[in-house]
Structures are given as C-alpha cells and as structure tokens.
C-alpha cells in the first residue's frame, strides 16, 4: 500500500471517528430538539441510563467487535469452503450453519443466548456474531470462486504454490467483495446492538427500549436517530475503505466496464 492510500485510509477513520465524537457529546443540544417537538414530555430526557457518550461508546464496542469477530472467523472459514480437498465435505456444512444463524430473526437469536449466557455484553457479542457472520463468509467464498482462471494458471506456470496463489492473486482481486460484506456485517450489527438492548448489554438500545416500554417518543428518538448516524457513517467509512484498499488494477478494469 503506497503512502498516498494509507494517509487516505488514516484520514478517513479519523474523520469518522471525529464526526461520531462530536455527535455523542452534543446530548443537550439533541435533547432540547426533542423536547421541543414533544413538549408534553418534560422529564423525559436527560436520560438516566446513561449519558449520549457512554451509550455511543457501549454501541460503538459492540459493533466493532462483533464485526472484527466476524472477520475473524468469516474469511478463513470461507477460504477454507473453497480449497479443493474440503470444499465437497465442509463447505456444505459451513453454508448450512451460517445461513441458519441468518434465517433466525435477530430478535430470537438475542432471546436464544440469554438462557445460555446471561444478561450483559458477552451473549450480546455472540447474538451479533452468529447474525453478522454470513455476509463476510458467504463474500469471501463467492469472491473466491469467481477469480479468473487464466489467472490462476498464470500463477501456476510461474511456480506458485497454493498458498502463494491464494495470498498473491486470490486474495487481492477478492477485496472489494470481501469488504462488502464486511460492509454489510457491520450494518446489520448496528441493527442488532440496539435489539440487544433488551438484554442489557447497554448502548443505544436501552434508550430505545425503555422508550418503547414507556411509551415516550423523544426517549426513543434519542436512541434512534444516534443508531441511524452510526450506521450511515459506518457504511460510508467502509465504502471509502473498500476504494482505498481495492488494488488499482481492479479499479481501473470497474471503471472501463
């Protein structure tokens, strides 16, 4: 990576990291709009569960490390899906776990790890990783798949060996797809912190929850609109990050199509 991209990826994180910070520290700011549009709920806010930098912190832990978690466990198991020896006998069964975890509804995968784990921030991590995990290991492996063959054969004729191919042509012309589920892993979390909520991981949910069960519109604002900002940056920033780190061939061959 040239030293022109990594100022490019660095600016960019520190601007999301920024716009987010100064969001999260304007609480009295965005509770003085609410409750200027529902005057009838005076006591409303301040929230006493915590203030807007402490749930914007919880929220912003629980995403990222469930969306590292799911990297982390995602693209090795997708490469392994597509390696000639396991591909006929665990890459069924890698597909079939993932997609039940899936076709499960967030809401029951968060009610499932509760008897198992508790209330708190860890069954909350697993609720996000068993729901996030499915983009980035079904990317890495379809990514995989659709390499171009006469590249692969190319290698091949240059001596690689199998793990060279996969970190030296693979891997590189599968970027943009993989961070798109990456992308798509860490949009959904956003979603699922906040369900996690009932579970008392913390974070934006609680705000939202207690809203619901209160039935007090600006409580419920003031944990949505926060979500709905850390969303929109997240998939902005990874957007920006997937341009960054695409290799440049590849780039240059999207934009002639």
Same mark, same amino acid.
Not at 154 to 166: I, S
Not at 193 to 214: E, K, P, R
């Given at each position: 990576? #040239?030293?022109?991209?990594?100022?490019?990826?660095?600016? $960019?994180?520190? &601007?999301?990291?920024?716009?987010?910070?100064?969001?999260?520290?304007?609480?009295? %700011?965005?509770?003085?709009?609410?409750?200027?549009?529902?005057? /009838?709920? +005076?006591?409303?806010?301040?929230? /006493? =569960? @915590? #203030?807007?930098?402490?749930?914007?912190?919880? #929220?912003?832990?629980?995403?990222?490390?469930? #969306? %590292?978690?799911?990297?982390?466990? &995602?693209? +090795?198991? @997708?490469?392994i899906a597509t390696r000639p020896r396991f591909r006929d006998e665990w890459a069924p069964v890698v597909d079939g776990l993932v997609n039940a975890g899936q076709t499960?509804? $967030?809401?029951?995968?968060?009610?499932?790890? %509760? +008897?198992?784990? =508790?209330?708190?921030?860890? +069954?909350?991590? *697993?609720?996000m990783v068993l729901y996030g995990l499915l983009p980035v290991l079904r990317n890495t492996a379809v990514a995989l798949e659709t390499v171009d063959k006469a590249q692969l054969?190319?290698?091949?004729?240059?001596?690689?060996?199998?793990? /060279?191919?996969?970190w030296m042509v693979e891997l590189p012309h599968s970027i943009p797809v993989i961070l798109a589920g990456i992308r798509t892993s860490a949009v959904l979390n956003v979603g699922v912190?906040?369900?996690? &909520?009932?579970?008392?991981?913390? &974070?934006? =949910?609680?705000?939202? *929850?207690?809203?619901?069960?209160?039935r007090v519109p600006p409580l419920v604002w003031y944990g949505a609109v926060p979500t709905a900002l850390l969303a929109v940056i997240m998939d902005v920033f990874l957007r920006r990050l997937e341009e960054i780190l695409t290799p440049r061939g590849l780039r240059l061959r999207a934009a002639r199509r």
């Open positions: 990576m #040239t030293v022109a991209r990594v100022v490019r990826l660095v600016a $960019s994180t520190v &601007g999301a990291i920024v716009l987010l910070g100064a969001f999260f520290l304007m609480e009295d %700011l965005h509770a003085r709009i609410l409750l200027a549009i529902w005057p /009838q709920y +005076p006591n409303a806010l301040p929230f /006493q =569960g @915590g #203030t807007m930098w402490e749930m914007g912190v919880r #929220t912003v832990e629980l995403v990222l490390l469930s #969306t %590292l978690l799911c990297v982390v466990i &995602g693209i +090795p198991l @997708g490469v499960i509804p $967030s809401l029951a995968i968060v009610a499932l790890a %509760l +008897p198992l784990l =508790g209330f708190g921030f860890v +069954p909350a991590l *697993v609720a054969d190319a290698g091949r004729g240059m001596g690689m060996t199998p793990w /060279q191919l996969l912190a906040v369900i996690a &909520g009932l579970i008392g991981a913390g &974070g934006f =949910g609680t705000a939202i *929850v207690h809203g619901i069960d209160l």
